[in-house]
């Protein structure tokens, strides 16, 4: 019987031990559009359309259109890794996990138009 939940024990262990070590990438992936709210809305707007005061005050083009769409993932990761322009740089204020779903979120936001 002891051995028995010696095993049982085990297994839940190694099981909270993958569930774990799963959450943290899996629940930055999924946070694409808290972390865009966060950070993006305020300048380009929660729809991406950049229709806000400083959007237009900025000339922010449009995350939903086809000239920022076409942009290969690499071009969106670096110019939100580095900044461009105005826009600040997310280097160390977001990791790759959450930049990688803020270009997902950026991506979702052409479908919704």
Known sequence: MKRMLTHFFSIGLLFAGVV???????????????????????????????????????????????????????????IITNGKGKMPSYKGKLTDDQIKAVVATIRDLAKKK
């Open 20 to 78: 774990l070590f799963c959450s943290p990438s899996l629940h930055a992936q999924g946070d694409g559009p808290a972390t865009f709210k966060a950070k993006c809305a305020a300048c380009h707007g929660a729809d991406g359309s950049g229709d806000t005061s400083m959007g237009k005050s900025l000339k922010l083009r449009d995350l939903r259109s086809a000239d920022v769409q076409k942009q290969p993932d690499a071009d969106l990761t670096g």
